[in-house]
């Protein structure tokens, strides 16, 4: 098929199908590696007859678009999905390069509507902000923090507000990018201010609006207030099961929708004392959520295959595995119920404060005490008293999110001999196997 008006999209549907797993493929994406490189071959030869790299502005606006069969855009469109799929396996040389070129033919005031028309989104500009989590993950932060604000002030001022899966997907590589580099005042307001009126009812991304705007709230460094956990978050949090088509495609840029429903877990449940019901559930889902997500950045083979969703997971899933310990203590140790003071009334201070502002406790409801009867226990709680006695636990800890983390520097997804990739394989299966211990002992107990 040699007319672009079929063939490109084609191209852009199978290829959106590869990256969200639909169309299942190895370890390596080889298949998607050809359809790639097969996208740019023919939209290249499309536009062979013009000289794309050394077209001035002039050129392309006064000469190129008066000739019908010019089809310049189809080929900026190829070079992001080729820039983009190097991105993420690592080669980000080889991303940088096509990046580049596509940037230098590519048009904003003209092309977006001409690629929205043609693509139902503007990939050219998504690229660009994808662009943000290569420097990421080649450890340059403050250059991608500038990426994200050259995003922020010329990209999505114009991006077309009707297209809200491409619109998202720039969102998320803000968030990426600002939310977990001490940014999340700014990130939250650019999120609340440029999604449209209505997203939740969105076929594809709507389900996952309400759970963003309560993890830009509560997650660490957030300067909003936050302290009486409501009932309402906690259903939403126990409720949220992100789709596998998007979870697996924001997975590919850097961000799993998994590890956004147990990080969700993780800051509410923080909130809660220990031995509560609720607190319980929520840590509980936060470790199913996190090791899906882990599950879903690494390779068959053990290795790593998304770096920067992976390590985005690996310190959500190791505090909730922290806050399981506490629980399993806990349930081990103390044998009251510190939701109902000594002469029977009620501690508010654990309570889940609803919309209609009526108070429901944490589903403890009768005292521990009364349900079990220890003979002969001389054990010693981890404050040193016994086990009967009540134990005292710090308040929730913070993480200094003013701390720049790096990611995986110069690290390819599927490099053979990586020894880094190793260990942080290792690395990971080892975090991942508390959590099942924890259960399993959770439920012996």
């Not at 003071?341 to 521990?368: A, F, M, P, W, Y």
């Amino acid at each position: 098929m040699k007319d672009a008006s079929i063939v490109f999209p084609i191209y852009n549907l199978v290829g959106a199908q590869l990256k969200g797993g639909v169309i299942e493929q190895d370890d390596q994406c080889s298949l998607e590696s050809d359809l790639a490189e097969k996208y740019v071959q023919e939209a290249q030869t499309q536009v062979s007859n013009v000289h794309i790299r050394t077209l001035s502005y002039h050129i392309l606006l006064t000469h190129t678009f008066c000739q019908p069969n010019y089809q310049v855009f189809h080929y900026a469109r190829a070079l992001a999905y080729l820039a983009e799929y190097k991105g993420r396996i690592g080669s980000h040389e080889e991303a940088f390069e096509y990046f580049n070129i596509m940037k230098s033919i590519y048009v904003p005031e003209v092309h977006q509507k001409l690629l929205s028309k043609a693509y139902a989104m503007d990939k050219c500009a998504i690229c660009i902000a994808i662009s943000a989590l290569w420097h990421l993950q080649k450890g340059d932060i403050d250059r991608a923090i500038e990426q994200c604000e050259y995003i922020i002030n010329e990209i999505l001022p114009s991006y077309d507000k009707t297209d809200v899966i491409g619109l998202y997907t720039i969102l998320l590589a803000l968030i990426r990018v600002l939310k977990f580099n001490g940014h999340v005042d700014k990130v939250r307001d650019v999120y609340n201010t440029v999604v449209p009126s209505g997203i939740e009812n969105h076929f594809a991304v709507g389900h996952l609006h309400k759970p963003m705007q309560l993890l830009l709230k509560i997650c660490d460094g957030s300067s909003e207030q936050y302290s009486t956990v409501q009932f309402s978050d906690v259903e939403l949090a126990l409720n949220f099961d992100p789709a596998d088509m998007p979870d697996k495609n924001f997975t590919c840029d850097g961000f799993s929708m998994k590890s956004m429903s147990a990080e969700i877990c993780l800051h509410l449940s923080r909130r809660i004392a220990p031995g509560n019901a609720e607190r319980e559930r929520l840590v509980d889902r936060g470790i199913e959520q996190s090791n899906i997500a882990n599950e879903r950045v690494t390779a068959s083979n053990g290795m790593i295959k998304h770096i920067l969703a992976y390590e985005g997971n690996k310190e959500i899933q190791i505090r909730l595995i922290e806050l399981k310990r506490e629980d399993t203590t806990v349930s081990r140790t103390v044998i009251y119920d510190n939701n109902v003071h000594i002469d029977g009334t009620l501690n508010s201070s654990n309570c889940i404060t609803t919309t209609e502002g009526s108070q429901k406790t944490l589903k403890r409801g009768v005292s521990i005490a009364n349900r079990f009867v220890v003979k002969g226990d001389t054990s010693k709680g981890s404050n040193g008293s016994s086990s009967g006695a009540p134990s005292s636990f710090s308040a929730p800890y913070h993480v200094d999110t003013t701390k720049k983390k790096v990611a995986f520097s110069h690290l390819s997804s599927f490099e053979s001999h990586g020894s880094r990739h190793s260990e942080n394989s290792q690395s990971s299966a080892h975090e991942s196997a508390p959590a099942e211990d924890i259960s399993h002992n959770s439920q012996l107990s």
